[in-house]
């Protein structure tokens, strides 16, 4: 693999990507979608969004390292058997395949992944955004899969829904906000 996504220059982060990314994370859970209308393009210099954007990073690399361990799997038992069935064919295949490779790959880009979350969990979170993203991670991580219904993801996911919606409407405002301070400061000379 000559393209290693530690060689690749990470996008500036915005709050638009991060709704974006979340609200595509959880597709089956339509409160998520549905209180997100058009994507925000501010910047946010929070560390913990940073960080989160290098997190997603390893977490793709572990997903993919992941599905090439389990499809190289899945070959080297169609070519030879278990493993104890004939164990010289195995070794065989598995030396013509690179399975233990992958494996190994996999052990790698698991570990990197755990040392990124980690540094997430331990980077505070300076805004709305970078506490967005520190729980995407957290329920990314840990929850069987993005559509389970048991308790706590569903409630989880609806704080996400939440806090995306205060967000959009936080910065909704602020613009506007300096929308009007800009006109305001524009007016002054003008007015009586």
């Given at each position: 693999?000559a393209?290693?996504?530690n060689?690749r220059?990470?996008?500036?982060v915005?709050?638009g990507?991060?709704h ?6 959880f ?6 979608a549905?209180?997100?209308t ?12 940073t ?8 977490r ?7 599905l ?5 799997e899945k070959?080297?038992f ?13 070794k ?12 190994q790959?996999?052990e ?5 992944e ?18 967005i993203?520190?729980?995407?991670a957290?329920?990314?991580k ?5 559509s ?5 993801w569903?409630?989880l996911?609806s ?10 409407q ?23």
């Open positions: 693999m393209d290693s996504d060689s220059t990470l996008t500036t915005t709050q990507d991060l974006s990314f979340v609200v595509a994370s597709p089956t859970n339509p409160e998520v549905a209180r997100l058009a994507p925000l393009d501010v910047r946010n210099d929070d560390r913990a969004l960080i989160w954007r290098q997190w997603c990073v390893a793709q690399r572990l997903i993919e390292s992941c090439r361990q389990q499809g190289l070959r080297l169609a070519m030879v058997g278990r493993p104890s069935d004939a164990p010289e064919a195995w065989a295949a598995d030396q013509q395949i690179g399975y233990s490779e992958a494996i790959d996999e790698r880009a698991a570990a990197m755990d040392d990124v979350a980690e540094m997430l969990w331990n980077t505070p979170a300076e805004s709305i955004v970078g506490a993203a520190k729980l995407h957290t329920l990314t840990w929850q069987p899969a993005a389970n219904d048991e308790h706590p569903p409630q996911r704080i996400i829904a939440d806090l995306l919606k205060i967000d959009t936080k910065s909704s405002g602020d613009s506007a906000r300096r929308q009007v301070t800009a006109m305001q400061g524009a007016l002054l000379p003008i007015l009586p």
